[in-house]
Antibody, heavy 120, light 110 residues
C-alpha cells in the first residue's frame, strides 16, 4: 500500500525558514517524480514544485521560485521542501503527492498534509 | 501563471447531472490534453477522478466523465449521489512545464 507521511510543519515568523519532509513507503520511491501541493486556509489547491525520480530535474511555481528548494533522498525514501524567506501568504497545508501513471502532473497518491503557519 | 477559472458553486438533486467548467488559456488547456480533475471532501486530501481529459483511474465510477473544447474543460457527474458532495478542482499542465489548478467548485447535492 502506498503511503506518504508529511512532517515538519509548524509556526514560523515572517522571513524565517522551515524544512518539510515526506516519507514514502509501499513503492519504489526512486522510480517516481514527486510534487508538493499546498492549500491555504479556505482556499484552493496550488502546485508548488516537482522533482524527477533521480532528483536531477526540478520545477517551481513562480510564487515560490528562489525561496523554496525541493530535494529528495532516495535511499531514505524521503522528499523534502526547504522553505526560506517565508511570507504570510505561504501559510497553508502542504501535501506531498506521487504521480499517477507516466506523467508527473497527475497525482494519484497524496499524504495527509502538514500545516505551516507564517505569523509573528 | 493565473489559476484556471471555475464556477464557485454548482448544485443538483440526487439522480440529476451536473457539469463543472474549467477555463484556461492557449498556454495550458488549449494546447495540451493534460487536464485532470480532483475531488476533495471537507478535511481530506484530494482524490484523482479524471486524467488526460477523459480517463478515469480504476475505482472511479463511470458516472464521472471529462471533456474538453478549446480552452475549456468540463467535468460531468451523472446520476448525482449524496456522497458526491465535495469541492472539485481542475488542473492543467502548462507550456512552462508547470501545473496550474482551478479555483475550485463546491458541489452541493440538494
Amino acid at each position: 500500500e502506498v503511503q506518504l507521511v508529511e512532517s515538519g510543519g509548524g509556526l514560523v515568523q515572517p522571513g524565517g525558514s522551515l524544512r518539510l519532509s515526506c516519507t514514502a513507503s509501499g513503492f519504489t520511491f526512486s522510480n517516481y517524480a514527486m510534487s508538493w501541493v499546498r492549500q491555504a486556509p479556505g482556499k484552493g489547491l496550488e502546485w508548488v514544485s516537482v522533482i524527477s525520480g533521480n532528483g536531477i530535474n526540478t520545477y517551481y511555481a513562480d510564487s515560490v521560485k528562489g525561496r523554496f528548494t525541493i530535494s529528495r533522498d532516495n535511499p531514505k525514501n524521503t522528499l523534502y521542501l526547504q522553505m526560506s524567506s517565508l511570507r504570510a501568504e505561504d501559510t497553508a497545508i502542504y501535501y506531498c503527492a506521487r504521480k499517477y501513471g507516466n506523467d508527473w502532473f497527475y497525482f494519484g497518491y497524496w499524504g495527509q498534509g502538514t500545516p505551516v503557519t507564517v505569523s509573528s | 501563471q493565473s489559476a484556471l477559472t471555475q464556477p464557485p458553486s454548482v448544485s443538483g438533486s440526487p439522480g440529476q447531472s451536473v457539469t463543472i467548467s474549467c477555463t484556461g488559456t492557449s498556454s495550458d488547456i488549449g494546447s495540451y490534453n493534460r487536464v485532470s480533475w480532483y475531488q476533495q471532501p471537507p478535511g481530506t486530501a484530494p482524490k484523482l477522478m479524471i486524467y488526460e481529459v477523459t480517463s478515469r483511474p480504476s475505482g472511479v465510477p463511470d458516472r464521472f466523465s471529462g471533456s474538453k473544447s478549446g480552452n475549456t474543460a468540463a467535468l460531468t457527474i451523472s446520476g448525482l449521489q449524496a456522497e458526491d458532495e465535495a469541492d472539485y478542482y481542475c488542473s492543467s499542465y502548462t507550456s512552462s512545464n508547470t501545473l496550474v489548478f482551478g479555483g475550485g467548485t463546491k458541489l452541493t447535492v440538494l
